[in-house]
């Protein structure tokens, strides 16, 4: 049983123990208008990643390789909502986001281990 002190700390916004989290990218994607943007690229050594709404607009990730028109993704709301892929619900493949207007901002991290 891995020790999940450090990933419990890291869940309530304190620093990752070195061990089990390294933060290895993170920035911001800007949503094209109707259309899924790739923000992951698929990465079995994924093992986290939080994803920030910073717009005025609801988005939806969707979970597939390659996104395609029509899937059902989890919703983000606007104005700071907010989704992370955890231990407990791992995701290893291709991560989009979908948002009906265009030019809104996505922030996003991913952590390897």
Not at 50 to 55: A, D, I
């Amino acid at each position: 049983m891995p020790d999940l002190t450090g990933f419990i700390k890291w869940l309530s916004g304190g620093t990752p123990k070195e061990d089990i989290r390294e933060f290895v990218a993170d920035g911001a994607t800007n949503t094209g208008a109707g259309v899924s943007v790739e923000v992951l690229r698929p990465n079995k050594a994924r093992v986290g990643a939080t994803f920030t709404n910073n717009s005025d607009t609801d988005m939806y990730l969707i979970f597939n390789d390659p996104a395609i028109a029509g899937a059902i993704g989890k919703l983000i709301k606007a104005n700071g909502g907010v989704y992370a892929i955890t231990l407990f619900n791992p995701w290893h493949g291709a991560v989009s986001v979908y948002c009906a207007a265009g030019a809104k901002s996505l922030c996003w991290s991913e952590q390897i281990g």
